[in-house]
């Protein structure tokens, strides 16, 4: 290949991204407002109006320091979402998942630029073509206001460090200013971005040691002192954009320890999920549960290609030709990838809602996997035309797998399970499907056209009552104002359950499910005239 026609085929593959990123905000442009609330949203906007009033008083306002349990997380999202609501023409929920596709995107543009700097061009299209047709990312970019948001910054802080290793000893001005924005918002978004503090430390340690075998320890200790100083003000721009997104987390030096001590153990009064078929209080689940949970529902193409790239940094770091600054940027993704895992099931924290807080780790997976696809690129190329052929047409299978599960699911993208695993169909009995609740807003509407249809109007004096069982706040906002919420089924109308294994199957005349696959995610029964049974077969969570 000439250096004309390999300048070409980079132009393309950047004009490629540039074109799966424009779909991916046509997409979502389109289907923003079919997403319905979860079980955090109402409260988390609570937090954003806290915060901006605590801006806005300068400080005497501090009700934001004491809210639930919030505080100890940052509210960058909450306090985005609650200023964009002034300006857009949207309802306030409505916008939050429009901001939340429009960072979700960012997270999607700086993996690109990840595994481009990883592997080049063609990586780096391949990482963004992954992560954008994975339906964990995709759907919880729409609708999750702390783990999305913690995974696009994660994934910015992760690209500020990978330049940084590979500027080494003398990082720009310009990836100070970037690792000084990603720890910023990683930080200020959730105290668990300390996970990348040992991973940095373990690729730092690769370079400073090969330096100190090539060129004596002091020249070694040089770099080292050189590469901290001139990275000191990133740690300054960090600790100011932490303060303004997580206030609390600066107005004492030790508040961000406190924080990581409060979520080191379980705060929660402890409730059972289904897993593998069983329900298991939260605190007690198996190692298993993340490796089980990753395979079951990462699509094919992305776990056999990042599973690869994962094996293929271990072959890579010894490869004593390539730069040692590079190799030790291959080696902090494929820690920053798998470390969160094994830390987990070694130091068994409470594990429940499937895979959300581990969202972060699904970008680094994807550019190991960007770069395990270039790797088979180059070997594969040997063999022909017809045989790159071939690997094209594989790919393109691959990713279609996924897309058609993002498209079925809708808007539920983030239940999917991939095809191996029997899809959502054998995941019912076995896992977690909707934990976020998003199925009322599909549930209200149908309510709302039924009642319509049969012209019944609102009885006199009073709204029409709605028992729920599942997230209540939630059912109350997307049913609407002439609705009323009740826990108490006696004195409803009608009830709205979410499909989980805590909401009966109720012996009442149905008026609509909402399903996706053959799996009913929630359904409306009819409670006039009828002796109404409880709803839950144990509280939910």
Not at 104 to 114: A, D, K, S
Not at 302 to 329: D, I, P, Q, Y
Not at 353 to 373: D, I, K, T
Not at 406 to 420: D, M
Request: proline residues 6%; positive net charge.
């Amino acid at each position: 290949m000439t250096i004309h026609d390999l300048r070409s085929a980079n132009y393309f593959a950047d004009r490629f991204a540039i074109a799966v990123l424009a779909a991916v905000a046509v997409a979502a442009a389109f289907t923003f407002r079919d997403y319905g609330l979860g079980w955090d949203d109402y409260t988390h906007s609570q937090y954003g109006d806290l915060l901006l009033a605590l801006y806005g008083s300068g400080f005497a306002d501090d009700r934001a320091f004491s809210f639930v349990n919030l505080y100890k997380y940052g509210g960058g999202f909450d306090m985005a979402a609650a200023l964009v609501a002034k300006v857009l023409p949207f309802g306030l929920f409505e916008t939050r998942r429009l901001v939340g596709a429009a960072i979700g995107i960012v997270g999607l543009f700086v993996t690109w630029r990840l595994g481009r700097r990883l592997g080049g061009p063609f990586a780096g299209l391949a990482a963004l073509i992954l992560l954008a047709t994975c339906p964990l990312y995709y759907g919880h970019m729409l609708i999750n206001p702390k783990d999305a948001p913690f995974a696009v910054a994660m994934t910015v802080l992760l690209l500020g460090i990978v330049r940084a290793l590979e500027e080494y000893p003398r990082p720009t001005v310009r990836t100070a200013v970037l690792l000084g924005v990603g720890l910023g918002l990683a930080f200020g978004t959730r105290i668990l971005a300390g996970i990348m503090v040992p991973a940095t430390l373990a690729a730092l340690l690769l370079i400073v040691a090969t330096d100190a075998y090539a060129n004596g320890v002091k020249t070694a200790s040089l770099n080292a002192v050189q590469f901290v100083w001139i990275l000191l003000p990133a740690l300054a721009l960090g600790y100011i954009i932490m303060g303004l997104l997580w206030p609390w987390g600066i107005v004492s030096p030790l508040n961000p320890l406190r924080a990581a001590e409060y979520f080191d153990t379980f705060f929660e009064k402890p409730w059972e999920e289904l897993y593998l078929g069983k329900q298991i209080p939260v605190p007690d689940m198996p190692p298993s549960y993340l490796p089980v949970l990753f395979v079951h529902k990462l699509p094919e193409i992305m776990l056999a290609l990042g599973t690869l790239g994962l094996g293929g940094v271990l072959v890579f770091a010894t490869r004593t030709k390539v730069a040692v600054t590079h190799r030790a940027s291959v080696l902090l993704v494929a820690l920053t990838a798998i470390l969160p895992i094994v830390v987990a099931m070694i130091m068994r924290p409470a594990l429940y809602n499937g895979l959300r807080h581990f969202v972060f780790v699904v970008p680094p997976f994807a550019a190991l996997g960007g770069m395990a696809f270039i790797w088979i690129v180059h070997r594969v190329r040997a063999y022909g035309v017809a045989a790159l052929g071939l690997l094209t047409a594989m790919f393109i299978a691959g990713i279609a797998l996924p897309v058609v599960e993002l498209i079925r699911l809708h808007p539920f993208q983030y239940t999917s399970f991939n095809l191996t695993s029997g899809g959502v169909r054998n995941a019912q009995d076995k896992f977690m499907l909707d934990y976020w609740g998003l199925a009322f807003k599909q549930a209200a509407i149908e309510l709302r056209m039924r009642l319509k249809n049969a012209s019944k109007h609102q009885p006199a004096g009073r709204k029409w009552v709605v028992a729920i069982c599942g997230p209540q706040s939630t059912a109350e906002v997307d049913l609407g104002p002439q609705f009323e919420t009740t826990f108490d089924q006696k004195k409803a109308d009608f009830a709205m359950a979410l499909g989980t294994f805590y909401c009966r199957h109720l012996q009442a005349p149905i008026l609509a499910t909402i399903e996706r696959e053959g799996v009913v995610y929630a359904t409306v029964y009819d409670f006039r005239g009828v002796q109404a049974e409880r709803l839950t077969t144990q509280p939910p969570p």
